[in-house]
T-cell receptor, first 115, second 116 residues
Framework: GAVVSQHPSRVICKSGTSVKIECRSL??????MFWYRQFPKQSLMLMAT?????????EQGVEKDKFLINHASLTLSTLTVTSAHPEDSSFYIC???????????FGPGTRLTVL | AQKITQTQPGMFVQEKEAVTLDCTYD???????LFWYKQPSSGEMIFLIY??????QNATEGRYSLNFQKARKSANLVISASQLGDSAMYFC?????????????FGQGTTLQVKP
């Protein structure tokens, strides 16, 4: 089956620093990748849709300058949390979509803790 | 606006029994897709089952079946013969009508605990 990886799985950083999270589709080409944020015991909230070679589409209320998304190739999308603050601490999950409508595969997630 | 509602924050089931997790949705689209995902404590999202809005038969995947009632806009997940490993959070999700975007919107989730 399709595999999506995320790196790192956990990251702890100081307030004010930037953190980059990578999302890779390992055995397929993903024209579209999605970034979600999840607080403990809560649902997944879509942050942005990332298409290869074009600018990401952000959901309402998500700061574009805060959460920089780059989708440079068909197998890699990155999310950079700039000038991180404690309120940015969360579980970030990416998913990648294959060419078929009902196939979307999730990465294992990245737990970000900002001190 | 599209919306997914899961009204059961937590559910308990005895091992080997069946359990139904509720999901209702709201959409004005004619074409849409409904998904169920399992999220164990490790955090990964595991795809369980998919139902297309035009599918006439209820989807089944092993011990999972989706009770799709289109007129009532419900897509309940039925897990038969529950196992201890089924303990996890379960999310119902809907793909919005425009399949080109592939966006999923998720319900609030239901935490299932299987008792030995």
């Amino acid at each position: 089956g399709a595999v999506v990886s995320q790196h790192p799985s956990r990251v702890i950083c100081k307030s004010g620093t930037s953190v980059k999270i990578e999302c890779r589709s390992l055995d397929f080409q993903a024209t579209t990748m999605f970034w979600y944020r999840q607080f403990p015991k809560q649902s997944l909230m879509l942050m942005a849709t990332s298409n290869e070679g074009s600018k990401a589409t952000y959901e309402q209320g998500v700061e574009k300058d805060k959460f920089l998304i780059n989708h440079a190739s068909l197998t890699l999308s990155t999310l950079t949390v700039t000038s991180a603050h404690p309120e940015d601490s969360s579980f970030y999950i990416c998913s990648a979509r294959t060419g078929l409508d009902n196939e979307q595969f999730f990465g294992p997630g990245t737990r970000l803790t900002v001190l | 606006a599209q919306k997914i509602t899961q009204t059961q924050p937590g559910m308990f089931v005895q091992e080997k029994e069946a359990v139904t997790l509720d999901c209702t949705y709201d959409t004005s689209d004619q074409s849409y897709g409904l998904f169920w995902y399992k999220q164990p404590s490790s955090g990964e999202m595991i795809f369980l089952i998919y139902q297309g809005s035009y599918d006439e038969q209820n989807a089944t995947e092993g011990r999972y079946s989706l009770n799709f009632q289109k007129a009532r806009k419900s897509a309940n997940l039925v897990i038969s013969a529950s196992q201890l490993g089924d303990s996890a959070m379960y999310f119902c999700a809907m793909r919005r009508g425009n399949s080109n975007t592939g966006k999923l919107i998720f319900g609030q989730g239901t935490t299932l605990q299987v008792k030995p």
